[in-house]
Structure formats: structure tokens, C-alpha cells
């Protein structure tokens, strides 16, 4: 299993970027999947979700109505649209993965410790 996360960069205040998470070893649409980022010295949290099923999503607050994610279950892909970057997303960003054993459940039931496979982050620097 292996979650591949790229995209990441230097980009601007204000500016836009948009971070790709591939997935291989897995039958992806039974998955829902998070992204998750870790800030230099603080605790890595959730950024948002996005379930396997009607592809529903999840924000945390602080990037409700700015980030979006969506998803390509034909290509085993999934995508978090960052819009208006603010220096406090600087971090890296992780993808991961969890099994999704129940029909309709939502992505927003999975705690961390729900999701069985990691990716390896990719860095996102706000910054002028």
C-alpha cells in the first residue's frame, strides 16, 4: 500500500495551491480519506475528509470555505484545492486512508487513529 502526496511549495499570501494524494495497493472507493498536516513544533491535525461513498466532505474550522477536497476514485486520486493561503498553513500536508467497513458512513466518523495507511507529506510554505 503506498499514498503518494505532491504538490506542495512556496506559495504567496493569499495565493492558491493545489496538493494531489495517489493511491496504489488498495480498492480505493471502499476508503474514505484524510488530509492531515503537521505545522514545525506542533501537533499534527486534521485539515478535512472526504468519504468513500457520494464523496462527502469534512472541514476543521480553520480552513472551512477556503480549502476544498474532491476526489477520482478512475484514477485513484484524491485533491485538496487551497484557496486564499494564510502563513498559518504553512506545514506539511499528509494524506491517508481508512477503511471504510460500513455503507454510507461518513468520513467525519474517523478519528487519526481510524486511518490504516500514510502517506509521506509534502510541504506547503506561505510566505511572502
Known amino acids: 500500500v503506498q499514498l503518494q502526496a505532491s504538490g506542495g511549495g512556496l506559495v504567496q499570501p493569499g495565493g492558491s495551491l493545489r496538493v494531489s494524494c495517489v493511491a496504489s495497493?488498495?480498492?480505493?472507493?471502499?476508503?474514505?480519506i484524510g488530509w492531515f498536516r503537521q505545522a514545525p513544533g506542533k501537533a499534527r491535525e486534521k485539515v478535512g475528509c472526504?468519504?468513500?461513498?457520494?464523496?462527502?466532505?469534512n472541514y476543521e474550522d480553520s480552513v472551512k470555505g477556503r480549502f476544498t477536497i474532491s476526489r477520482d476514485n478512475a484514477e485513484n486520486t484524491v485533491y485538496l484545492q487551497m484557496n486564499n493561503l494564510k502563513p498559518e498553513d504553512t506545514a506539511v500536508y499528509y494524506c491517508a486512508a481508512a477503511a471504510v467497513l460500513i455503507a454510507n458512513y461518513h468520513c467525519s466518523n474517523f478519528g487519526p487513529h481510524d486511518y490504516q495507511h500514510w502517506g509521506q507529506g509534502t510541504q506547503v510554505t506561505v510566505s511572502s
Open positions: 495497493g488498495i480498492t480505493f472507493d471502499a476508503y474514505a
Open positions: 472526504i468519504s468513500n461513498e457520494h464523496e462527502s466532505t
